[in-house]
Structures are given as structure tokens and as C-alpha cells.
T-cell receptor, first 114, second 110 residues
Framework: DTAVSQTPKYLVTQMGNDKSIKCEQN?????MYWYKQDSKKFLKIMFS???????INETVPNRFSPKSPDKAHLNLHINSLELGDSAVYFC?????????????FGPGTRLTVL | GIQVEQSPPDLILQEGANSTLRCNFS?????LQWFHQNPWGQLINLFY???GTKQNGRLSATTVATERYSLLYISSSQTTDSGVYFC????????????FGSGTQLTVLP
């Protein structure tokens, strides 16, 4: 059973296109996250939702829009893709603090913008 | 925001050797986690350890919150331990907002 799954695993697209990445978790967690890992492997949080409510919204271009239809799903839509958006995007989930908020990561989506 | 620094940036070991990875953080934390990113890119959580000591097989971790550092010990290293080890921390006022260090690239040679 996959705990946190993401689709697609790979995404190759042209500059200017719009794309979406989907994430689902079956761990019963309240909180979900999107992270971006750049080519130097630096990981940075982008967004977090708790029970469908946006709670973390880092300095990210507004071309990126997360959506959480329910607490088990968190999607990421990216408009007008740019070369600099090429990266690996990870979804994660956790329980809410102060309980053990170990974060469980999905397999990642490697986005390449040509 | 909180700063997280890891050392060393790179580490090469012979199989069977032991190692210690260090993570320093700039503020009081409510959340500290260690992750392993394997060569296929998968991020695996190793420890949730805002304070104290935990052990899991050949791996153990200690966080001294008052002195703002955490250590990850790997004993009897194996080639499958290769990859990048990340420390991530979050402050009390925003316990979900993990800031990641830049990682330690570990290579274990057979």
C-alpha cells in the first residue's frame, strides 16, 4: 500500500504551458505539503494545507496554485511554466503538532520545462 | 526564519565504518527530523527527534535542544546507506514549517 502517491512521476513540457500534479495520502493525516527540490538538491517548502485550509504559503510565484479538495488530496497547478520551474516537486503529509508530526514524502514528480 | 546547517557536506566511508553527521539550528525547535534521500530520489524519514535520543537498528540520533544541535550516528555502514542525509527543523511558533539543511552526501564504498 502506497502511503503518499503522486502523479505523474515525470512531466516534460514546453514553456508557457499549464500543468498539474496530483497527490494523495492514505495515512489519515490532517496536514499535507508541497516542496520543491532544485538541481542542487535544496528542499524548500512551498505550501501546506491542514484539513483543506491553507496554512503555509511561502514566497512562491502566483503562477503556482495549490488546491485541496479533501484532506487526503492536495494538487498543484502551475500556469505559464518557465524554465526555472524545472525541479522535483514532492508532496508530503503528517499529523498535526503537537503530536509526532513525522513527515512522509511521496516519490516526487520530476518536472522538466523545455 | 530558522537557519539549519549540516556538516560535513560530503563524506566517503569504507563499508563497515561508523560516522557522525551534525545538524546545528539557530533557534529553539518544536520539530526536528532526519531524512535519507536514496540514489533513486526517494525521501525516507529516519527520525522525528525534537529532543532526546532514539535508536533504530544501526542508526541512532540525539538532539540537544538547549544547545541547538542534533547528531545522526550510522554504525557499521553499508553501501545501501549511500545517499543524502537531510536534517530539517521547525520553530515552536510554526511547528509544521520545516526548514531543511543543505544535506550531507554520504558515499559508502564496498
Amino acid at each position: 500500500d502506497t502511503a503518499v502517491s503522486q502523479t505523474p512521476k515525470y512531466l516534460v513540457t514546453q514553456m508557457g504551458n499549464d500543468k498539474s500534479i496530483k497527490c494523495e495520502q492514505n495515512l489519515g493525516h490532517d496536514t499535507m505539503y508541497w516542496y520543491k527540490q532544485d538541481s542542487k538538491k535544496f528542499l524548500k517548502i512551498m505550501f501546506s494545507y491542514n484539513n483543506k485550509e491553507l496554512i503555509i504559503n511561502e514566497t512562491v510565484p502566483n503562477r503556482f496554485s495549490p488546491k485541496s479538495p479533501d484532506k487526503a488530496h492536495l494538487n498543484l497547478h502551475i500556469n505559464s511554466l518557465e524554465l526555472g520551474d524545472s525541479a522535483v516537486y514532492f508532496c508530503a503529509s503528517s499529523r498535526a503538532p503537537p503530536r509526532d508530526s513525522t513527515q512522509y514524502f511521496g516519490p516526487g514528480t520530476r518536472l522538466t520545462v523545455l | 526564519g530558522i537557519q539549519v546547517e549540516q556538516s560535513p557536506p560530503d563524506l566517503i566511508l569504507q563499508e563497515g565504518a561508523n560516522s557522525t553527521l551534525r545538524c546545528n539550528f539557530s533557534d529553539s525547535v518544536n520539530n526536528l527530523q532526519w531524512f535519507h534521500q536514496n540514489p533513486w530520489g526517494q525521501l525516507i524519514n529516519l527520525f522525528y527527534i525534537p529532543s532526546g535520543t532514539k535508536q533504530n537498528g544501526r542508526l541512532s540520533a540525539t538532539t540537544v535542544a538547549t544547545e541547538r544541535y542534533s547528531l545522526l550516528y550510522i554504525s557499521s555502514s553499508q553501501t545501501t546507506d549511500s545517499g543524502v542525509y537531510f536534517c530539517a527543523a521547525a520553530p515552536w511558533e510554526s511547528a509544521r514549517q520545516l526548514t531543511f539543511g543543505s544535506g550531507t552526501q554520504l558515499t559508502v564504498l564496498p
